[in-house]
């Protein structure tokens, strides 16, 4: 991505900053919003896409993934599925619902998202799929304008000593 401009602070006071970034790539052009809190370690970030890439029969479709480096070289992702915790190798983009995680020395770093179920680790690096363009059956499959947003949550010991479990469905549905 390229920056399309400074980084603005948007929001600024004693319980959390806002800082937002405008970006494009391609014909698409991102504004991300990241939120630091004082009270958590928590990292919000909304992403603003008017995506106006396209796939074709002759190149791969355009894709677009966040992606986070842990030390350690991690070799599993814990995933949220349906009714259960598994652990995925590393290696391919395996399905999770609220939550991954993956072990860092001292702990670990979840990723909760609201609705972007792909995601992927390799060499230390976790992914979460956002957009795609394929090209069949539907060739747009994916141009337009999505909000995409997710958190990041560095913390000690397991996703169980953390309480991922409660704190993925917590972001995901959120008390009114």
Known sequence: LKPAGPATVVQEGPESISVQCVYTWGRSTFRLLTT??????????????????RGGGDQAGPMLRAHWSVAGNPRKLRCDVPFAVVDRKAGHEVPAQKWVDVAAPGGGLAILNRGQYGHSLEGGVVRMTL???AYDPDILPDVGIHDIEWAILPHAGDAFDADLPRLGMSYNVPPE
């Open 36 to 53: 630091l809190h004082a009270d958590t370690p928590r990292i919000d970030c909304k992403l603003h896409v008017e995506w106006l890439e």
């Open 131 to 133: 957009l795609r363009s």
